[in-house]
């Protein structure tokens, strides 16, 4: 069975730190592209980055471009996102989604999320 | 970047009618698109990808139709569990992948 759990998220002053964890089972994860997506409350789904399978191709969202840094580590099943400079407008619950085909860009399993609060 | 336009933002039917949702890209998408349900403090779920195709363990109420710039996701009979969120999201031109904001199924 495909799972995919994050964590790490949490409350966080503006311009603070949060890295998020994915850890990913039942699936070779080595194989799959993955991504991130958020969902601010109340709100709709925006994607946020995106992880080619061996991690050499990499996209941002402008709206966290520079300030967000996503990776993996295939030997422990697991994509990160780190998260700098963080804003308000960051608040939301951040999923991984896996992508589950070479030339297609769409999400097949999805994490449960973890809620990043950024707020004095 | 495409902008991805979804109608009504809510949409109250009676369980056991038929719904339609609308989707529409602002540059064509081809078939590159997918549909997700999301209920309430749960993770999107994958319905429809390549405009038309379901995914796994999809009950067959669901159909996806469209191309280029119009597109519909159609629930031929409502059940309840079918009460929901419903997002299409494209990702013909990425990045960014974007999403819809989504058209929200009520009980009438």
């Known amino acids: 069975e495909v799972q995919l759990v994050e964590s790490g998220g949490g409350l966080v002053q503006p311009g603070g730190s949060l890295r998020l964890s994915c850890a990913a089972s039942?699936?070779?994860?080595?194989?799959?592209?993955m991504n991130w997506v958020r969902q601010a409350p109340g709100k709709g789904l925006e994607w946020v980055s995106y992880?080619?399978?061996?991690?050499?191709?990499?996209y941002y969202a402008d709206s966290v471009r520079g300030r967000f840094t996503i990776s993996r580590d295939n030997a422990e099943n697991s994509l990160y996102l780190q998260m700098d400079s963080l804003r308000a407008d960051d608040t939301a619950l951040y999923y991984c989604?896996?992508?589950?085909?070479?030339?297609?860009?769409?999400?097949?399993?999805w994490g449960q999320g973890t809620l990043v609060t950024v707020s004095s | 970047e495409i902008v991805m336009t979804q109608s009504p933002a809510t949409l109250s039917v009676s369980p056991g009618e038929r719904a339609t949702l609308s989707c529409r890209a602002s540059?064509?998408?081809?078939?590159?698109l997918a549909w997700y349900q999301q209920k309430p403090g749960q993770a999107p779920r994958l319905l429809i990808y390549?405009?038309?195709t379901r995914a796994t363990d999809i009950p067959a109420r669901f159909s996806g139709s469209g191309s280029g710039t119009e597109f519909t996701l159609t629930i031929s009979s409502l059940q309840s569990e079918d009460f929901a969120v419903y997002y299409c999201?494209?990702?013909?031109?990425?990045?960014?992948?974007?999403f819809g904001g989504g058209t929200k199924v009520e009980i009438k």
């Open positions: 989604a896996r992508d589950p085909h070479e030339y297609t860009h769409y999400f097949d399993y």
């Open positions: 999201q494209q990702y013909n031109n990425w990045p960014p992948l974007t």
């Open positions: 540059q064509s998408v081809i078939s590159n």
């Open positions: 390549g405009a038309t």
């Open positions: 992880i080619s399978s061996s991690g050499n191709i990499i």
């Open positions: 039942g699936f070779t994860f080595s194989s799959y592209k």
